[in-house]
C-alpha cells in the first residue's frame, strides 16, 4: 500500500499534517467557505488491478488505496455487498448496492473500520461520535472490536432502535438536549482528551473525520469491479453532509486517472433540504442553509444545510441534486419492500424515489445504466416514533456534566 503522507483541502488544495483531523481549512474559512480536508498520498505507480485476484472477500481488499493496510485493520468483514437487480423504478431494471449486508446493517460501516483502524494504529485512547443513529452503532462496534470505550452523544427524540444497538456494543451513550449541543461538548472533549472523532463535530459542518471518508472510496471500487469495469451511467445516493458522496467521487476519480474505468458516473445527491439544489442552481462555493417548517421523518438525511464536499463531488461529476418531500421517501420504501423485498431505512428510500422523479422528467433515460446505494435496513427505524432511549443519561452540554455522568452511569473516568 501507499502510505498517505498528508491531509489536502478539497477546495484550494492547502496541505496540513496527518493529525489535522480535527479542523475545517483556514484559508477557506477565512473566504467565508467550510471545507473538510482529504487524505493525500504521494505520488506512485499505477497499481494493477491483478492483484486483486488474491486479496480478501472484504472492502480491505482495495487496502492500496486506503490509509493502512489489511493486516492492520479493525475489521468485522464489512464491504463486498450484493448488487440486486429489481423492477418497477424508472425506466428499467435497477441495480441496487445493498449496504445493508454490512456488520451493523448500514453503509457507515466503511468509514468506521477505516477510521477506528486509525484509532487504533495511532494509539487515541478512546473513539467518540455525535450521532442519532447509523453513524453511532458503527463506531460502537468497531470501537468494541478494537477494545476501546466509545462515547457517543446524541439528543432527546434520536431512534431508540439504533441507540440501543449503540448500547448493545458497549458504548457510552449521553443525551443532550439540542444537536448542536453535541458539537460543543464533542469539540471541547477531542481537544482535551485526544478523543478520536468520527463524525462532524464542530459547525458549520464540513463532514465527517477524512481519514474514515476513504472508506467510502470502496464504494465506487466495489461498484466498478461489480460491473467488470464498466461503471453505470448513474449513481444514487441519499446524502446528509455528502462524505460517501464525495468518497465515490474519489473512489472513481482515482480509478479514471488510472485507466481502470473509462468514464466518471454522474453522482446524485438526494436530499431533504434543497441546500445542494440550491448550491447545483447558482455559482456560490458553499451551500445556503435553508430552513423548513419541521422535521422529515428522514432522520439520517435531515439537515438544513449541505457541505462543500458534497457539492464539489456534484460539481466534479457532472452530478445533480434532487430535492425530495417524506411522502416521496414514503412510497418508494413502500414499493421497494413489496415489490422487491428489500426493507430499507426511510432515508435510504431516497435514493429510489429519485430515480423515479428523474426519469419521469428524461433526465434518466431509457437504457442508462443505474445504481442505486441502498444504505441502511429498515431495521432501523421499524416503529420507533416516539420511543425514547433506554439507559442513556441526560446530560447538559459542558463537560463537567458528560464527565460526572460517564463515571456516574457507566463507570468510566477520564
Not at 479542523?23 to 504521494?42: E, F, K, Q
Not at 461538548?185 to 464542530?202: E, I, K
Not at 427505524?381 to 420511543?387: P, Y
Amino acid at each position: 500500500m501507499t502510505q498517505p503522507d498528508s491531509l489536502e483541502c478539497i477546495r484550494c488544495q492547502q496541505v496540513y499534517p496527518l493529525d489535522a483531523y480535527d479542523r475545517l481549512c483556514a484559508a477557506c474559512s477565512a473566504d467565508g467557505v467550510s471545507s473538510n480536508l482529504t487524505v493525500a498520498y504521494p505520488d506512485a505507480a499505477v497499481p494493477d488491478r491483478e492483484m486483486l485476484t488474491h486479496s480478501p472477500h472484504s472492502l480491505w481488499r482495495y487496502d492500496q488505496f486506503l490509509p493502512l493496510a489489511a493486516a492492520d485493520a479493525v475489521t468485522l468483514g464489512e464491504g463486498m455487498t450484493p448488487m440486486i437487480s429489481v423492477d418497477g423504478f424508472g425506466h428499467g431494471p435497477l441495480r441496487v448496492k445493498d449496504e445493508s449486508r454490512n456488520p451493523t446493517w448500514s453503509f457507515k460501516d466503511r468509514l468506521a473500520t477505516v477510521a477506528v483502524s486509525w484509532a487504533k494504529s495511532i494509539g487515541a485512547p478512546a473513539i467518540a461520535t455525535s450521532s442519532t443513529g447509523n453513524a453511532g452503532a458503527a463506531a460502537a462496534a468497531y470501537a468494541a472490536r478494537a477494545g476501546l470505550p466509545c462515547v457517543v452523544l446524541t439528543y432527546k427524540g434520536a431512534a431508540g432502535a439504533i441507540v440501543s444497538q449503540m448500547l448493545s456494543y458497549g458504548a457510552m451513550v449521553l443525551t443532550v438536549p439540542a444537536m448542536d449541543d453535541r458539537w460543543r461538548v464533542l469539540s471541547a472533549a477531542v481537544a482535551q482528551f485526544g478523543w478520536f472523532p468520527t463524525s462532524p463535530f464542530f459547525g458549520p459542518a464540513i463532514g465527517s473525520n477524512p481519514i474514515g471518508i476513504e472508506g467510502y472510496k470502496t464504494l465506487a471500487y466495489e461498484i466498478a469491479e461489480q460491473s467488470g469495469w464498466n461503471p453505470p451511467d448513474w449513481c444514487i445516493l441519499p446524502v446528509c453532509y455528502g462524505d460517501a458522496l464525495y468518497g465515490m467521487w474519489k473512489g472513481f476519480d482515482e480509478m479514471v486517472r488510472w485507466g481502470w474505468i473509462g468514464k466518471m458516473p454522474r453522482l446524485v445527491a438526494a436530499e431533504i433540504s434543497g441546500s445542494l439544489s440550491a448550491a447545483m442552481a447558482g455559482k456560490a462555493d458553499m451551500p445556503p442553509v435553508v430552513s423548513r417548517n419541521s422535521k422529515s421523518i428522514a432522520g439520517s438525511i435531515d439537515v438544513t444545510q449541505g457541505t462543500f464536499q458534497a457539492h464539489a463531488a456534484l460539481r466534479q461529476s457532472d452530478g445533480i441534486a434532487i430535492t425530495l418531500a417524506d411522502e416521496d421517501l414514503v412510497r418508494a420504501r413502500n414499493k421497494l419492500a413489496t415489490g422487491s423485498g428489500l426493507s430499507v431505512e426511510t432515508s435510504s428510500a431516497a435514493a429510489f424515489a429519485a430515480v423515479d422523479t428523474l426519469s419521469a422528467h428524461d433526465v434518466i433515460r431509457p437504457g442508462d445504466d443505474v445504481v442505486a446505494i441502498l444504505t441502511a435496513s429498515g431495521l432501523k427505524d421499524f416503529g420507533v416514533a416516539g420511543i425514547e432511549p433506554q439507559g442513556a443519561p441526560d446530560v447538559t452540554p459542558d463537560l463537567e456534566s458528560v464527565l460526572r455522568a460517564l463515571g456516574e452511569h457507566y463507570d468510566y473516568n477520564v
